[in-house]
C-alpha cells in the first residue's frame, strides 16, 4: 500500500518535488522516491513497506534500461504463482516483490495481463519509447486513483486534494448525486474537472498528441450477466461457499509483516475470525474498539469471540471527551465530502498504534450474501407486490397518505419508491438520503442518464436479490465504502484488505442460487453455516454494523 502521483507538462517545469511527496508521507512512510524526465514528466511514490521490505523494491521501479517505469499502490496477492509462470518463459528477477511481477506482466501481456493478477491496485506506469503513461485501477475499485487533464497538464493521484486548486469548481451533477447518496460514484468527482479512473479500467495519455483514451478491462456487470449452472442444492452450496472463502482469505494473508483482523463482533468479522483458526494460523491477532455506556458497545460478543479462537486481542476503550477529541481531528483531515469514515479512521489509527500495517475488514459480505435485511427483503418485498398493484391505485394511495408524514423527505422517498416505473429509481430511492425537489428538468434529466449509465446491465431475467447485490456493489460498497476504508487508513498508514471484495471470490460465489441465499431462521446463514463454529449469539444477535455513538457529538 503506497501514495502515488504525477504530472506531465507540454513544457518543462520546474515542480515542487519534496511538498508532493511530503503531502502523499502519510501512504507511504518508509520511503519514497520521483521519476524525472526532460522536466516534463514526473512520477511519486510514497512507499508502506508490506512485500518485500528490501530497498531493492522502492519505486519509482524501473525495467528494459529504464524504458519502463512503474508507480504502484496495492498487492497483488498470486504474485508468486505469476511470478512463477514467467520464469517459466525466461523471466529472471531482481526482487521478490509484486510490484516487478505486475511491471513485467504488464510488458509481456499489456492489459491482458491485469486479468490475470489477483488484488487490489492503482498503478501509473509510463513507457518512453511509446512516450504513453497508462494508469488503471482494480477490477472492483478497491484502491482509488484520480486524474486531470487541464491546461495541456495531465496530473493522476491517490488523493483528490492533491489534484484540485482554487481554481476548480464543484460539478453540479457530483454535487446532486451526493446530496442524495452521501458520496460520489466513479467516474464523477466533487470537482468538474477531477475524474476518478473506474474500477477495471486503464486510461492513457499520450505525450505526442496529448490524447485520452480509455479501456475497460473487466466489468462486474459481465459477471453478473453471465450464464451459469447453478449450485441448487443448500448443502453443496455451502461446501463451495467453505472453500471459496478460505481460499480467498488464505490469499489475503500474503505479507511480510504481521496482520491483524477488525473484529466488531458481527457474523462477518468473526466469521474471518473462525476461518483463520481453520488455516492454522498459529497467532491470530484481532483488533476492537469499545464505547463503555452506550448502545454500540460490542465488548460481550468481541470477548466471546476473542476468547473462542484464542486470539491475540488488542482493544481500545473510548469515552466521550476523547471520542469528540478524535472527531475534532478526524473532519480537520477530511479532503473529500462523506458521511462516513470515522469508524475505519479510530480502529486504524489504533491498529498502527500497535505496530500493525495490514488488517482484514469483513466489508464486502453483506452485498454478496445478502446481509442488509432493508434491502434484501423489505424492498425486495416492496418491489415485486408493486409491480402487481396498478399505477392509479399506488397514486391515490400514497397521495392520501402525505398528511400523515411529519417527514417531508420521507415522504417523497417513498414515493419515488411505489410510483416509479423504473427499478432502478424504486431501488435508488430506498437508499437515498434525500429526494431533491429543487432540481431543474435539466438536472433531473442529466441524473437520469447517469444513472442509466452507471447502472447498466443487459440481463433483464436476474433473479431480483442478484440484481439488488449487483446495485448494492455499486451504489454503496464502491461509491462509499471502499473510498473511506483507503483514505482513512492510509492517513494511519494502514492498509486495509478485503477478502469478502475479490474477483476471483466474486466470480466463484455467483455460481450459488441467489433463492439459497436467504434464510429465515438466521441472516447470511451460508456464510454462518460455512464458518460451522460461530457462537450462536453471535449468530442471533440483531445486525448492527460498525456503528459509533455518534450522540456523543451532540449537547
Known amino acids: 500500500m503506497c501514495g502515488l502521483a504525477g504530472y506531465i507538462f507540454k513544457e518543462k517545469t520546474n515542480i515542487r518535488k519534496k511538498k508532493i511527496l511530503k503531502s502523499l508521507s502519510h ?40 524504458n519502463l517505469t512503474i508507480v504502484f499502490n496495492g498487492e497483488i496477492y498470486n504474485y508468486k504463482e505469476l511470478q512463477k509462470e514467467l520464469s517459466q518463459e525466461g ?5 521478490n516483490s509484486d510490484t516487478e511481477v505486475f511491471l513485467k506482466l504488464w510488458r509481456k501481456y499489456g492489459i491482458n495481463g491485469l486479468n490475470k493478477a489477483r488484488g487490489m491496485f492503482a498503478f501509473a506506469i509510463y513507457d518512453k519509447k511509446k ?46 448525486i451526493f446530496d442524495e447518496w452521501g458520496s460520489i ?33 473487466w466489468k462486474l456487470s459481465k459477471i453478473f450477466e453471465k450464464k451459469r449452472k447453478y449450485i441448487n442444492e443448500y448443502k453443496s452450496a455451502v461446501e463451495k461457499a467453505k472453500n471459496i472463502i478460505t481460499e480467498s482469505i488464505s490469499s489475503h494473508l500474503t505479507a511480510d509483516v504481521p496482520v491483524a483482523i477488525l473484529l466488531s463482533g458481527g457474523i462477518d468479522s468473526s466469521a474471518m475470525v473462525s476461518f483463520m483458526k481453520k488455516l492454522k494460523i498459529k497467532k491470530i491477532n484481532t483488533i476492537s474498539l469499545i464505547f463503555p455506556g452506550t448502545k454500540y458497545n460490542e465488548n460481550k460478543y468481541i470477548k466471546m469471540v476473542s476468547k473462542k479462537f484464542n486470539t491475540i486481542h488488542y482493544q481500545k476503550k473510548y469515552d466521550k471527551k476523547e471520542f469528540k477529541k478524535e472527531y475534532k481531528k478526524y473532519k480537520s483531515l477530511t479532503s473529500y465530502p462523506t458521511i462516513d469514515g470515522f469508524n475505519v479512521y479510530l480502529v486504524t489509527k489504533f491498529a498502527r498504534k500497535n505496530k500493525f500495517k495490514v488488517v482484514l475488514s469483513g466489508v464486502g459480505a453483506d452485498e454478496i450474501f445478502q446481509g442488509y435485511k432493508k434491502i434484501f427483503t423489505k424492498i425486495s418485498f416492496i418491489i415485486r407486490i408493486s409491480k402487481l398493484i396498478p399505477y392509479i391505485f399506488k397514486k391515490i394511495f400514497i397521495e392520501s397518505c402525505k398528511m400523515f408524514f411529519k417527514d417531508k423527505n420521507l415522504y417523497f422517498r ?30 433531473a434529466g ?10 447498466k446491465i443487459s440481463d433483464k ?56 441465499f436467504k434464510n429465515k431462521r438466521y441472516n447470511k446463514s451460508i456464510l454462518v453455516d460455512a464458518a460451522e463454529d460461530l457462537p450462536v449469539e453471535i449468530v442471533k444477535r440483531k445486525k448492527m454494523g460498525f456503528t459509533l455513538p455518534m450522540n456523543w457529538l451532540t449537547k
Open 461 to 516: 431475467s436476474m433473479e431480483l436479490n442478484r440484481w439488488l447485490s449487483f446495485m448494492e456493489i455499486k451504489r454503496y460498497l464502491q461509491s462509499q465504502l471502499l473510498l473511506d476504508c483507503d483514505y482513512f487508513s492510509m492517513l494511519n498508514s494502514v492498509e486495509v484488505r478485503t477478502p469478502f471484495v475479490d474477483k476471483v471470490f466474486y466470480e466463484k460465489m455467483l455460481d450459488i442460487n441467489p433463492a439459497l
Open 27 to 66: 501512504r507511504g512512510p518508509d520511503a519514497n522516491g520521483v521519476y524525472s524526465l526532460y522536466d516534463k514528466i514526473y512520477l511519486f511514490h510514497t512507499r508502506l513497506s508490506i512485500i518485500d521490505l528490501s530497498k531493492l523494491s522502492n519505486q519509482p521501479f524501473q525495467i528494459d534500461k529504464g
Open 446 to 455: 442529466h441524473l437520469d442518464l447517469f444513472y442509466n449509465k452507471y447502472f
Open 185 to 217: 460514484p466513479p467516474p464523477l468527482t466533487i470537482y468538474k474537472n477531477i475524474k476518478s479512473v473506474e474500477p477495471g479500467s486503464v486510461i492513457t495519455f499520450s505525450t505526442k498528441d496529448l490524447k485520452i483514451k480509455k479501456y475497460y478491462y
Open 91 to 95: 523471466e529472471k528477477f531482481l526482487t
Open 131 to 176: 512516450k504513453l503513461l497508462t494508469i488503471g485501477r482494480d477490477p472492483l475499485g478497491i484502491k482509488p486513483l484520480f486524474y486531470n487533464f487541464c491546461n495541456n497538464v495531465f496530473s493522476f493521484s491517490s488523493e483528490i486534494n492533491q489534484l484540485k486548486n482554487k481554481n476548480y469548481n464543484v460539478s453540479n451533477l457530483g454535487q446532486n
Open 414 to 443: 417513498i414515493k419515488k419508491l411505489i410510483l416509479s416505473k423504473k427499478i432502478t429509481k424504486k431501488y435508488l430511492s430506498s437508499r437515498d438520503l434525500k429526494v431533491n425537489q429543487n432540481l431543474s428538468k435539466k438536472e
